[in-house]
């Protein structure tokens, strides 16, 4: 034997190699892996089904494990970015040249100090208040005023199409229309101080309303009696979701001017109004029943 040999065994020897082996323990059974990882698909509740028929809110949607379904997510994303958009974007300075609109500005500098104080929307800057009293006829029955509001997107959208047949419709019913204007970085109460200036017996505001999840393009119209700074939400009436998916910018205008002509004949606004003799002609707008919602529009597709 060599005497490396030797050396190797003599170390085995006293680092305990000739001890017995430890007994063999044999390993726990693993279980095999489950069929499906995720719960069974869900198919939703017949109560969320029939539910879903009056509401454009999401019912059942159901869950994997203890989150949303990626689907779901991706719906809640993509509307929230449209609702996003909206706020953000800005109408051009030019804009109200080129739709040969007078173009006025509220109070606020910029776009972050319109979110930041809705009270500098509600009142012209001097030089708007100088160029409405110089450039606006005075005297009339409705002062029609389209502003983007919260959403400069729907302003731009349906805004032209709405002031239109709202005031074609005014004039239908031998209501004096004064000169259209624009505002720009508007908040609701701004139609009080346009309307005062002018002199105009009902002053109406159709502005960007405030985004929903998946709608961005949305208008609301304000109307008030008698406008004057210091009138309150309680003197005005108003119509919201004016877009193609709710009241179509044509029928709103309607409905607008049949609003227009009973403030006027009545000479009141807000919760005084009477509408109870103009419910066949208002049709939803003067009912306090169940509505048919507006369709909500998937906006992200799963691929097959």
Same mark, same amino acid.
């Given at each position: 034997?060599?005497?490396?040999? @030797?050396?190797?065994?003599?170390?085995?020897?006293?680092?305990?190699?000739?001890?017995?082996?430890?007994?063999?323990?044999?390993? *726990?059974?693993?279980?095999?892996?489950? *069929?499906?990882?995720?719960?069974?698909? /869900?198919?939703?509740?017949?109560?969320?089904?029939?539910?879903?028929? /009056?509401?454009?809110?999401?019912?059942?949607?159901?869950?994997?494990?203890?989150?949303?379904?990626?689907?779901?997510?991706?719906?809640?994303?993509?509307?929230?970015?449209? =609702? /996003?958009?909206?706020?953000?974007?800005?109408?051009? !300075?030019?804009?109200?040249?080129?739709? $040969?609109?007078? $173009?006025?500005?509220?109070?606020?500098?910029?776009?972050?100090?319109?979110?930041?104080?809705?009270?500098?929307?509600?009142?012209?800057?001097?030089?708007?208040?100088?160029?409405?009293?110089?450039?606006?006829? /005075? +005297?009339? !029955?409705?002062?029609?005023?389209?502003?983007?509001?919260?959403? %400069?997107?729907?302003?731009? @959208?349906?805004?032209?199409?709405?002031? &239109?047949?709202?005031?074609?419709?005014?004039?239908?019913?031998?209501?004096?229309?004064?000169?259209?204007?624009? %505002?720009?970085?508007?908040?609701?109460?701004?139609?009080? &101080?346009?309307? =005062?200036?002018?002199?105009?017996?009902? =002053?109406?505001?159709?502005?960007?309303?405030?985004?929903?999840?998946?709608?961005?393009? +949305?208008?609301?119209?304000?109307?008030?009696?008698?406008?004057?700074?210091?009138?309150? !939400?309680? !003197?005005?009436?108003?119509?919201?979701?004016?877009?193609?998916? $709710?009241?179509?910018?044509?029928?709103?205008?309607?409905?607008?001017?049949?609003?227009?002509?009973?403030?006027?004949? @009545?000479?009141?606004?807000?919760?005084?109004?009477?509408?109870? @003799?103009?419910?066949?002609?208002?049709?939803? =707008?003067?009912?306090?029943?169940?509505?048919?919602?507006?369709?909500?529009?998937?906006?992200?597709?799963?691929?097959?």
């Amino acid at each position: 034997m060599s005497r490396t040999r @030797q050396l190797i065994d003599a170390l085995r020897e006293e680092l305990g190699g000739a001890a017995p082996m430890p007994p063999v323990v044999p390993l *726990a059974r693993v279980p095999a892996p489950p *069929a499906r990882v995720f719960p069974r698909r /869900h198919e939703g509740s017949r109560y969320a089904r029939e539910s879903a028929e /009056h509401t454009t809110a999401l019912l059942g949607i159901g869950h994997v494990g203890t989150r949303y379904a990626t689907d779901v997510v991706l719906q809640f994303q993509a509307e929230l970015a449209v =609702a /996003h958009a909206a706020v953000a974007t800005e109408l051009p !300075d030019d804009w109200a040249e080129q739709n $040969g609109l007078l $173009g006025l500005h509220s109070r606020v500098r910029d776009h972050r100090e319109f979110l930041l104080r809705p009270d500098l929307g509600r009142r012209l800057d001097a030089a708007s208040l100088e160029r409405l009293k110089a450039g606006a006829r /005075h +005297g009339v !029955d409705v002062q029609p005023i389209l502003a983007d509001g919260l959403s %400069a997107v729907a302003c731009m @959208q349906s805004g032209i199409a709405l002031l &239109e047949a709202f005031t074609q419709a005014c004039l239908a019913r031998g209501l004096s229309v004064g000169t259209p204007v624009v %505002a720009r970085y508007a908040r609701v109460w701004l139609e009080d &101080e346009i309307g =005062a200036t002018v002199g105009a017996k009902v =002053a109406a505001i159709l502005l960007g309303e405030r985004p929903g999840l998946g709608t961005g393009d +949305g208008l609301s119209a304000y109307l008030v009696h008698a406008p004057r700074i210091g009138n309150t !939400d309680g !003197d005005r009436n108003m119509m919201s979701n004016i877009h193609a998916r $709710g009241t179509p910018p044509e029928l709103a205008g309607e409905r607008l001017a049949l609003l227009a002509r009973a403030m006027i004949d @009545q000479k009141k606004s807000g919760v005084e109004l009477d509408l109870s @003799q103009l419910a066949h002609e208002l049709g939803d =707008a003067a009912r306090r029943t169940h509505r048919a919602p507006q369709v909500r529009v998937r906006l992200v597709e799963a691929e097959p």
